[in-house]
Nanobody
Framework: QVQLVESGGGLVQAGGSLRLSCAAS????????MGWFRQAPGKEREFVAA????????VYADSVKGRFTISRDNAKRAVYLQMNSLKPEDTAVYYC??????????????????WGQGTQVTVSS
């Protein structure tokens, strides 16, 4: 499994921006499709965005499309989530996740094998 460490969460006012980072331990990072998920209190974990291991194709949840951008830097073994125009409903713990090597993007958390510890994002109104 891949060890993942998220950072960059915090408190921000509605309309503001945050950039989350996720550092991966594996040397084979370039072969892992990466995803971001989030979980709000009392709710199930939900998909936010994913980026494919090859070619960098991205997919997003409808709720964040046009506001969030996922990217990766294979040389740094890192994946990022740029979050703009934040809303109070974006408040959640955000998790970074990795699929096994060579798998495509997926919306389903069960398809991801490794998870970070999460970082809290709070958006005030």
């Amino acid at each position: 499994q891949v060890q993942l460490v998220e950072s960059g969460g915090g408190l921000v006012q509605a309309g503001g921006s945050l950039r989350l980072s996720c550092a991966a331990s594996t040397r084979t990072f370039s072969t892992n499709t990466m995803g971001w998920f989030r979980q709000a209190p009392g709710k199930e974990r939900e998909f936010v965005a994913a980026i494919r291991w090859s070619g960098g194709a991205t997919v997003y949840a409808d709720s964040v499309k046009g506001r969030f951008t996922i990217s990766r830097d294979n040389a740094k073994r890192a994946v990022y989530l740029q979050m703009n125009s934040l809303k109070p409903e974006d408040t959640a713990v955000y998790y970074c996740a990795a699929r096994a090597p060579y798998y495509p993007t997926s919306y389903h958390s069960s398809n991801y094998d490794s998870w970070g510890q999460g970082t809290q994002v709070t958006v005030s109104s």
